[in-house]
């Protein structure tokens, strides 16, 4: 079982940015960011496998960047250029087969329990 924490949420103005960070119980290969907004469906919004390979959903290309440090099992996304749009839940998310990159629309096994990331315009 791979406890993760988020950390890192608040409330910025637009055009600001945010670093969110999330503390895995241990290495996982794959990790990832999920958001999901009020009356909204959970959506990916980074993934990296290892400390290589990342994926990033559209709406956050060029404005978002995740990052692992697998010496602290730590995951992180740093948000810049924030928007309304930005505003959700942030959670953490693990997969539990060594060595395997998922995607965004994979199964995910483990999760955090979220940071709130509000924008104000």
């Not at 099992?73 to 539990?96: I, K």
Request: one cysteine or more.
């Amino acid at each position: 079982q791979v406890h993760l924490v988020e950390s890192g949420g608040g409330s910025v103005q637009a055009g600001g940015s945010l670093r969110l960070s999330c503390a895995a119980s241990e290495y996982t290969y794959s990790m990832a960011w999920f958001r999901q907004a009020p009356g909204k469906e959970r959506e990916g919004v980074a993934r990296i496998c290892d400390v290589g390979s990342t994926t990033y959903a559209d709406s956050v290309k060029g404005r978002f960047t995740v990052s692992k440090d697998n010496a602290k099992n730590t995951l992180y996304l740093q948000m810049n250029g924030l928007n309304a749009e930005d505003t959700a839940m942030y959670y953490c998310a693990a997969g539990d087969r060594p060595g395997y990159c998922l995607s965004l629309r994979s199964h995910w096994t483990y999760w955090g329990q979220g940071t709130q990331v509000t924008v104000s315009s």
